[in-house]
């Protein structure tokens, strides 16, 4: 029985030991925020943060959970969070949406460390994040926006 902080809270997780955090974070403490897209950590969908630090849950494994903070997007309600769903929202950035979790997680990290990021800073900080939709263009003038927000 691992035991993990997960969004504030210590939980116990009876799986394997190399057991992907993906498939921890859905299956066995049913937070369905974090999507499945490729598997490989080339997508983002699968974003969490790892002690505040986007990382790829499909390619991190349990055992090296212990001893970090997870955060999921269901435990994400600061300030940065809020102001990037209001500009998400504001700016009508989805379409299909199944990117969406992954894009905001590393979006609301980028304006954490850096609340006034460049268009270079933007494309570099999700440059992982793949909207098969192509909303790059939407998702880059979001950021800018929650970056304002933050400002006010």
Known sequence: MASIKLNGQRVSVDAA??????WVIRD???LTGTKFGCGVASCGACTILVDGEPMRSCQFRLEDAEGVEISTIEGQEDSAFKNVQAAWRELDVVQCGYCQSGQVMA????IRSNPKPTDEDIDEALNGNLCRCGTYQR??????LAAEKMEA
Request: glycine share 0%; net charge neutral; hydrophobic share 60%.
């Open 107 to 110: 979006a609301a990290a980028l």
């Open 139 to 144: 998702i880059r003038a979001a950021v800018h």
């Open 17 to 22: 030991p190399d057991t992907p955090l993906l």
């Open 28 to 30: 066995h403490l049913n």
